[in-house]
């Protein structure tokens, strides 16, 4: 068997790894058109901040490695120019010396990754100008920051790159001013969430600028569409990436709706032989079960991996994704996984939302809030989706809802769990399982639940709702609901006698729980609709101040 693989970076590389394993004879060849092989491109901002002292320490493994471990041939700087898929022959044309030459092939394999989403800006060609993209990016952003010592950056986009590129630079003394398009970063989240982690890395420092949109690069700034001039010294692009699929389309590979290759559960594609894993391949969400394009090197990896083993006569298949992401902004962790509220409702489910704040271990210990947002179906209880911020135990939560949504479970499935428990790590009441619960006593509606969003909208249609604050009154003259009026919960069983039981109510505390407390005496009461405000008036607030 002869195998050759285009791209020799997280995917490519898992490919012939696996076949290796499974086949001592199959000869395996991997043309790579960059210096680098299985870099990791996730590690590329902490060595420009200073937290990986070693470029070097990002690409741990070489041609001559791979050959010695895996006896793979590994061809760096060579580029497939053309394939003909009816001969199964390759033409390579190596990039330093400009010579071509052709290889046959049983089976190919495209892993040639995501290029770099390179948007329409005056100057993109200036020397201050660099995408973050891969080692030769990652070595020429350091030697200019060395050599010419910039003070102001401006990062073009708010993803996941954009995010690390700023805590990092930030970190290491330069001002930044992130310009983002859209109403928010990170498009995954929902507003309500992104707006959170907006607000943290303004208060350290960064510049953000959203709805805008860069139009021009000088040499010392940068001008947007609306007619902000941004004094900056350099500019990285962090606008995103396409699938580099342009070799696979010429020669009758399907796409996607994405522009990334569709393949089948084995990660074939559409001709014969012919297999796509990693940044290039298209994906499909466990949720809904319709594809899906989400490039991360776990992904990747998990695709080379079975594509390796189906060629080679195993019977892997790729279960597909959830989309999850997590990311480190400055003293916060933002996590999330499945479908968003935004995407929820775009797919017709009927949903349930919950904004759950909870400590992530006993606050006797030094315990931060977590806030929690997840998505259910009403008609199944089914989690659908969850998102995550907060300084502490983000990654552990993150993790489980994973889990748990991976194998299909109930909102009522996560109260049941027999999680980890001790002081340091966690909660009597883990923020998990309060999840569930919370979650499933709305869908049973023995408590229902309301959004700040749904409130809003829904008094705006004209609705009437009496609106009960049940905290302290010094709390409520602080900050308060619109339109709420004080009953602390001690006094409600008294005061609710003088309150319209045919009326909508919604009960609030500070983050949920008290509100929940009330929500159970009014309904004890014979009050007809009662609804907790999700998340309580922090939430709201939050909400209220993102929303101005």
């Known amino acids: 068997m002869k195998i050759i693989i285009i ?4 995917a490519g590389t898992s490919v012939a790894a696996k076949a290796r394993r499974n086949d001592e004879n199959a000869e395996i060849t991997l043309y790579n058109a960059d210096y680098d092989i299985s870099y990791s491109i996730c590690g590329i901002p902490y060595f420009l901040g200073g937290e990986v002292d070693e470029l070097e320490t990002l690409t741990p493994r070489s041609a001559e490695w791979f050959k010695k471990r895996y006896n793979v041939d590994v061809h760096t700087r060579h580029e497939v120019i053309e394939i003909n898929p009816d001969k199964k022959v390759v033409t390579v044309k190596n990039l330093d010396t400009s010579e071509t030459k052709e290889d046959n092939y049983e089976t190919l394999v495209f892993a040639t990754g995501a290029n770099p989403t390179t948007p329409p800006i005056i100057g993109m060609d200036m020397e201050h100008v660099f995408h973050v ?8 952003i350091n030697s200019y920051m060395v050599t010419n010592d910039p003070k102001r950056v401006t990062i073009v986009g708010a993803g996941f790159i954009g995010l690390e590129m700023a805590e990092q630079l930030t970190h290491k003394g330069l001002e930044v001013t992130i310009v983002q398009r859209s109403n928010q970063i990170m498009p995954h989240l929902d507003k309500d969430m992104a707006f959170r982690v907006e607000e943290h890395i303004k208060e350290n420092g960064v510049h953000l600028l959203l709805n805008e949109e860069a139009i021009t690069i000088t040499e010392k700034t940068v001008e947007t569409k609306s007619g902000n001039v941004i004094d900056s010294d350099m500019v990285i692009l962090a606008t995103g990436v396409k699938p580099n699929a342009k070799l696979a389309e010429e020669i009758g590979i399907e796409l996607g709706s994405s522009g990334a290759i569709r393949v089948n559960s084995k990660m074939q594609t559409n001709l014969p032989d012919i297999y796509a ?3 290039v391949a298209e994906s499909f969400s466990v949720v809904t079960g319709k594809p899906v394009y989400r490039p991360l090197g776990s992904t990747a990896n998990k695709m080379g991996r079975i594509a390796g083993d189906v060629i080679t006569g195993g019977d892997l298949e790729h279960r597909g994704i959830l989309g999850t992401g997590i990311l480190r902004v400055f003293d916060l962790a933002v996590g999330y996984t499945g479908l968003s509220e935004k995407e929820a409702l775009a797919e017709g489910f009927d949903i349930e939302v919950l904004h759950n704040i909870k400590p992530a271990r006993a606050e006797y210990l ?3 809030e977590l806030v929690i947002k997840a998505i259910a179906d009403r008609k199944t209880s089914q989690i659908l989706g969850v998102q995550i911020v907060g300084q502490d ?5 993150i993790d489980v809802f994973v889990t748990a949504i991976s194998f299909k479970a109930k909102a009522e499935d996560l109260f049941h769990l027999d999680l980890a428990y001790a002081p340091p790590f966690s909660t009597t009441k883990d923020p998990v399982m309060y999840t569930g619960m919370a979650l499933q006593n709305a869908i049973d509606k023995k408590n229902k639940l309301i959004t700040p969003q749904e409130l809003t909208d829904r008094i705006e249609g004209g609705e009437k709702f009496q609106i009960i604050d049940t ?8 900050s308060k609901v619109d339109g709420a009026i004080n009953i602390p919960l001690a006094e409600l069983r008294s005061e609710g006698k003088k309150l319209d039981p045919n009326l909508p109510t919604i009960t609030y505390c500070n983050k949920g729980v008290t509100g929940n ?6 309904t004890n009461m014979g009050f007809k609709e009662v609804f907790n405000l999700s998340g309580g008036n922090k939430n709201y607030q939050s909400f209220k101040k993102g929303n101005k």
């Open 277 to 279: 894993v990693g940044d």
């Open 517 to 522: 407390a009330a929500q159970n005496v009014l």
């Open 393 to 397: 135990g983000v990654d552990k939560r």
């Open 7 to 10: 791209g020799s970076v997280a």
């Open 366 to 368: 030094g315990g931060k």
């Open 133 to 140: 993209r891969n080692i030769q990016n990652t070595a020429a």
């Open 471 to 478: 905290r302290a009154t010094k709390q409520y003259e602080v």
